[in-house]
């Protein structure tokens, strides 16, 4: 059974930063590229990153409007998936899911991330 937990989550001010963490099971990571989406109050998902597997050359993408702010990482000895988010704007707001897939589908419970001051 794939599993996607998600942890790190919490309250930030505009402009501080935040990490966010996934632990996968039940898949073989390392086959996968993997993603973050993030569903904003009253709105849908949306694409946040993706980083491809090893195989790949772990590249990276990213949504425009988080580039240069936010980084996604992978360990594929742990299994884990990281995204560090940095200089938060309120806009970033929402519930953060770890996905194997860049549309969501197949995702975690996800961890809030509020920005306010």
């Known amino acids: 059974e794939v599993q996607l937990v998600e942890s790190g989550g919490g309250l930030v001010q505009p402009g501080g930063s935040l990490s966010l963490s996934c632990a996968a099971s039940?898949?073989?990571?390392?086959?996968?590229?993997m993603s973050w989406v993030r569903q904003a109050p009253g709105k849908g998902l949306e694409w946040v990153a993706t980083i491809n597997n090893p195989d790949v050359g772990r590249t990276t993408m990213y949504r425009s409007s988080v580039k240069g702010r936010f980084t996604i990482s992978r360990d594929d000895d742990k299994n884990t998936l990281d995204l560090q988010l940095n200089n938060l704007g309120t806009n970033d707001t929402g519930i953060y899911y770890c996905?194997?897939?860049?549309?969501?589908?197949?995702r975690g419970q996800g961890t809030q991330v509020v920005v306010s001051s």
């Open positions: 996905a194997r897939d860049p549309t969501g589908r197949k």
């Open positions: 039940g898949f073989d990571f390392r086959n996968y590229a």
